[in-house]
């Protein structure tokens, strides 16, 4: 006979009665309450302010006035860091543009160059400047000319 084994029943706990105490301590049951308020911007919620005001007369006031102000710094310094942007934007196209421009005129000079090198040399260096610019086109008329 093979021996299974036997699964056992879990206790009956009732766990919504408090466990017993000792006679010396106390029954009486304790609350905690605790409290957190939150709020988020440059200014209190008016109940805070208010209590701000009894605390010290015309506090409320001046925290209206430096939330003014900080409201009208954080402006004036957004407003600079806007027009340093678009500054920097449109240097940065003007070089963009002036490189073209340069790279521009450095490859018409250089094909100038070659092609007066082509025109006016007949020998090798005429041959070597034909293919590196014209190709081998400018190479075989050169052949031309010299095979008559």
């Known amino acids: 006979m093979s021996r299974q084994g036997k699964k056992k029943k879990p206790k009956n706990r009732n766990l919504s009665k408090p466990p017993d105490r000792e006679p010396n301590q ?10 957190q308020q939150q709020f988020q911007g440059p200014l209190p919620p008016p109940e805070i302010l208010q209590e701000y005001d009894t605390v010290v007369e015309g506090a409320a006031e001046r925290i209206i006035v430096m939330a003014e102000a900080q409201a009208s710094h954080r402006k004036a ?4 860091a806007l027009d340093a ?7 940065v196209r003007k070089e963009a543009r002036l490189g073209q421009i340069f790279a521009f005129l450095i490859a018409v000079m250089g094909i100038l160059t070659g092609a007066y090198v082509v025109v006016k040399s007949s020998g090798l260096s005429g041959r070597i400047a034909g293919t590196v610019l014209g190709g081998t086109p400018s190479c075989r008329h050169s052949d031309r000319v010299y095979l008559r």
Do not use: F, I, Y
């Open 26 to 35: 106390q029954n009486a049951s304790e609350l905690l309450t605790l409290s």
């Open 77 to 80: 310094l957004e407003a600079k």
């Open 85 to 91: 942007q678009v500054s920097d934007a449109q240097s």
